[in-house]
């Protein structure tokens, strides 16, 4: 995890890499849970007998519920020691290249893509990558903002 001291920090670090968080097992107990928060129980999720003869060869997760992780995942890339908050302040581009199959393992590696000045403090970017164990495409892709209030 890196670690910055302060806001100043966080200027300087643009462009830099955050590394790379622990790994996630994607369970089929997760998707359903995420199917019924969502109420999203489309067959690739939750149907297992039809999902695995469908063009996945089984359930996937939500492409939100892979989305939805990167709260936790970017708390294990960096964190700014001396604010009074940090609140998620949206998404910019969000692609899901490769469905992430159910029981694959997943984690995220991140970039502090850009920053600006905010009236409240400073918003920045975060490029997160979600790794999917042993597949080539990565199961999501986004451009995470945070607001970074002193």
Known sequence: MRVFANLD??????GEQLGSS??????QEQVNLFAD?????????VDLEKAAR???GGPVAHGYLTLSMLAKFSGQLWQVNGLSMAVNYG??????????????RIR?????????????????????T???EGEDKPGCVAES????VP
């Open 108 to 128: 995220a590696h991140g970039q502090l893509a850009d920053f600006a000045e905010n009236k409240m403090g400073l918003q920045v970017t975060v490029l997160i």
């Open 22 to 27: 622990d790994w996630h097992l994607v369970t």
């Open 91 to 104: 998404l910019n581009k969000v692609r899901f290249p490769q469905p992430v199959r159910v029981g694959k």
């Open 130 to 132: 979600v790794e999917i």
């Open 145 to 148: 903002l945070a607001l970074l």
């Open 9 to 14: 920090e966080v200027k300087a670090a643009k």
């Open 37 to 45: 928060a969502t109420e999203d129980h489309q067959w690739i999720h």
């Open 54 to 56: 469908g063009p996945f």
